[in-house]
């Protein structure tokens, strides 16, 4: 093979971030898993990986694939020193993950969840409550925000200290980041909203220091492993992670669920009829539709994939979306099918030693909010994908405003 036609197979022009794909990126998945399944992906040129066996691969194997890289999105050089954030767990490898993996998990044990469910329910149905079937709303801001708002801003124990609108706008700044230098307004809007951010959770932080109590935060801030405790900045930074990963991909997956039902009547009847299906539907849209597209990941040496060598200190990005659509291990991936085989078997939360923590939590927020989303209203109605607005981001699937009718 010369070198013009490796070239062109590694680099084959693939922009991930044109307005079509941003809409519906499954099409370009399916045909970089045919024709480039490890390639270049444009503007930046980093390295993406598309078939479920690649992507579990990569995930799987931290002492080639280091997920380090994650850092280049919160600890990046255009970013001042004191709005650094590093990301604790998720850009860690063993075996300091190990370490406060084991500190964060055992803090965020199951009765966190199983206390929520009541505070879950009950906001579900005040929000639901301002719905009719007059005219269309929109679901982002009158019920996904504030549900998973609230449930979010509960356990991180900032109450209204925290607006909605900060996190909101904090939020849209993290998933529009990559690790290319944005522009100067980004910069500094994306500065202000860390440092405004930070200050609430070290305001907590202290309040949990001098009155403990029964809640995730005391028991970050208590937690200990081999004699170390989390320093203040560690704890900033494991509250932000579950913020972001906890808060927007929940909200995004909300309105995918909405979005999915509006497509499919017949699946909303036989959800209102046999609601005991809803956990087996959620299962289906965290595999169809998920609201993470990818993650990064550095390489440590050169290595293989798929016959293509990337080399040493490349960016690479598993593209989690399009192996949750690979035919050799979902049959018919591209048709919504509650019943199918192997349903958990995505990479939505993650894979090996950085499965997501909050997935119980995220399944459960989804699941209450459909319960009482599905005993009320029998039909939803909202555009079609290609009349929203999605967010412009390489590793986040969402959109910004959603209409719905409820009937």
Known sequence: MDADTFDHQVRPGIYLQLPETLVDPFPTY???????????????????????????????????????????LNESDWL????????LIIAQDPPDHSLYHGMVNRAFISRVITTLEPLMRETAKSLMQQFDDSAPVDFV????????????????????KQSLAEIREW???????????????????FEHAILQQNGHFLEVIEERRANPQDDLITRLVNAEAEGKKLS???LCGVMSLLVSAGFATTVHMLNHAVMQLSQRPGLVAHLVAFPDRVPSFIEELLRYSPSVLSSLRSTTKDTEVSGVTIPKDALVMPLIASANRDISQFANADVFDINRPK???????????HTCIGAAL???????????????FTQFICPADDQLLWKDSMFVRGVSALPVTFR
């Open 30 to 72: 399916a045909y970089m898993r045919k024709h480039h399944p490890v390639c270049q992906v444009e503007p930046a040129g980093i390295w993406a990986v598309t078939c479920f066996d690649d992507v579990k691969y990569v995930l799987a194997t931290p002492e080639i694939f280091s997920s380090k890289a994650i850092n280049l």
């Open 232 to 234: 203040d900045q560690q």
């Open 362 to 376: 995220a399944r459960a927020e989804l699941r209450i909010a459909l319960e009482v989303m599905l005993s009320k």
């Open 171 to 189: 939020v849209d700044l993290e998933e529009r980041s990559s690790p290319i230098r944005p522009d100067v307004t980004f910069i500094a809007a």
């Open 141 to 160: 801001e009158n019920f996904a925000y504030p549900y998973v708002g609230k449930i979010t801003r509960n356990i991180m124990g900032v109450g209204e």
């Open 80 to 87: 001042s020193d004191e709005s650094k954030h590093s990301r």
């Open 343 to 353: 349903i958990k078997q995505h990479f939505t939360f993650g894979h090996g030693i």
